[in-house]
């Protein structure tokens, strides 16, 4: 069945430029109508959706995370990835890519309903 | 944003209880409301899409409703792999929104 496992960097200073993958195994991450998406979760906290690319080409981001966020997809990979600039120790958090169905205009109805197991980064120096 | 208000944040229950937790919408998203657990130490996993369709492999004593602004998630004869934290999350709109979780543990 379609896995997802993410890759990162654990340690990353203040003000500099986060990047993440998420390698999608067992499937197709070029469907036509399916979407991927990246969440997070600080230590102790709940979950903060953060940005979502879809195949039918579409790239949705939280406006809370301003201009610091970008969504891509490399298919040659079968990866996507996020980068995250300007980091600061409030972005620490276990990073969780998804993935979700894109149906009628929207990318979320269907839910996020294959996760991978997430990555730990920290923000310090 | 649309915030996502669950209640309670924590509940204490007994093996076989029957469990309701709410969540509250600040505008209606219709039915575009899902439903995920999540145990510690492991990515959420998702119980209920569209408010009220049990997502493929999740047990039946899962149960979703609610229209509007106002939801439940049901867990119908609580099961000793049921004590976790649960979300709600909305998808009517950018951004996606979760609640701030409801953590189930043994009374």
């Known amino acids: 069945q379609l896995q997802l496992q993410e890759s990162g960097p654990g340690l990353v200073k203040p003000s500099e430029t986060l990047s993440l993958s998420c390698t999608v195994s067992g499937g197709s991450i070029s469907s036509s109508n399916y979407c991927w998406g990246w969440i997070r979760q600080p230590p102790g906290k709940g979950l903060e959706w953060l940005a979502t690319?879809?195949?039918?080409?579409?790239?949705y981001y939280n406006p809370s995370l301003k201009s610091r966020v970008t969504i891509s997809v490399d298919t040659s990979k079968s990866q996507f990835s996020l980068k995250l600039s300007s980091v600061i120790a409030a972005d620490t958090a276990v990073y969780y890519c998804?993935?979700?169905?894109?149906?009628?205009?929207?990318?979320?109805?269907?839910?996020?309903?294959?996760w991978g197991q997430g990555t730990t980064v920290t923000v310090s120096s | 944003d649309i915030q996502m208000t669950q209640s309670p944040s924590s509940l204490s229950a007994s093996l076989g209880d029957r469990v309701t937790i709410t969540c509250r919408a600040s505008q209606s998203i219709s039915n575009y409301l899902n439903w995920y657990q999540q145990k510690p130490g492991k990515a959420p996993n998702l119980l209920i899409y569209a408010a009220s369709s049990l997502q493929t492999g999740v047990p039946s004593r899962f149960s979703g409703s609610g229209s509007g602004t106002d939801f439940t998630l049901t867990i119908s004869g609580l099961q000793p792999e049921d004590f976790a934290t649960y979300y709600c999350q909305q998808s009517s709109s950018t951004p996606l929104t979760f609640g701030g979780g409801t953590k189930v543990e043994i009374k």
């Open positions: 690319i879809c195949n039918s080409g579409g790239t």
């Open positions: 998804a993935r979700s169905r894109y149906d009628s205009g929207n990318y979320g109805y269907y839910g996020l309903d294959v």
